[in-house]
C-alpha cells in the first residue's frame, strides 16, 4: 500500500527528495537501514496536529511534508552526507503513540507502525 520513489546516487552536498504514496494515517514516518546496520527512525508527520519530528542525524537538513490532496509524503533531503547512505522507507500507523522515550519522539520507533513501503535506495558519495 506504500510506494517510495526518488532514491538516487548524488554526492555529498547534494539534495533528493523522496516521495511516499500513502492513505492518510494517523502518522507516517521515515526510516533508513544501512548496510550492517539495524533500521533507524529519521523523522515523521501527524496528519492530526501535523506534529513533525527529526532525529538529530538530520534536523536541519531533512524537511517532512505532506500533501493531503495526493495522499503524498515527502522528505526533501539536503546536505547530503556519505553517512546518509541507505535504503529509505516509508511507514504508516494508526496508533503511533505519543511521547518520548529517551529523548527521542516515539514516532521514530519502527514497533509503532503497522504498513511499510519496500524502500528505496539512496546512496551518498564523498
Known amino acids: 500500500q506504500l510506494v517510495e520513489t526518488g532514491g538516487g546516487l548524488v554526492q555529498s552536498g547534494e539534495s533528493l527528495t523522496l516521495s511516499c504514496e500513502a492513505p492518510n494515517y494517523y502518522y507516517i514516518g521515515w526510516f533508513r537501514q544501512a548496510p550492517g546496520k539495524e533500521r533507524e527512525g529519521v523523522s515523521c508527520?501527524?496528519?492530526?496536529?501535523?506534529?513533525?519530528y527529526y532525529v538529530d542525524s538530520v534536523k536541519g537538513r531533512f524537511t517532512i511534508s505532506r500533501d493531503i490532496a495526493k495522499n503524498t509524503v515527502y522528505l526533501q533531503m539536503n546536505s547530503l552526507k556519505p553517512e546518509d547512505t541507505a535504503v529509505y522507507y516509508c511507514a504508516a500507523g494508526a496508533f503511533v503513540r505519543e511521547g518520548l522515550q529517551g529523548g527521542v519522539s516515539l514516532c521514530v520507533f519502527s514497533g509503532e507502525y503497522d504498513y511499510w513501503g519496500q524502500g528505496t535506495l539512496v546512496a551518498v558519495s564523498s
Open positions: 508527520i501527524s496528519s492530526l496536529n501535523d506534529f513533525r
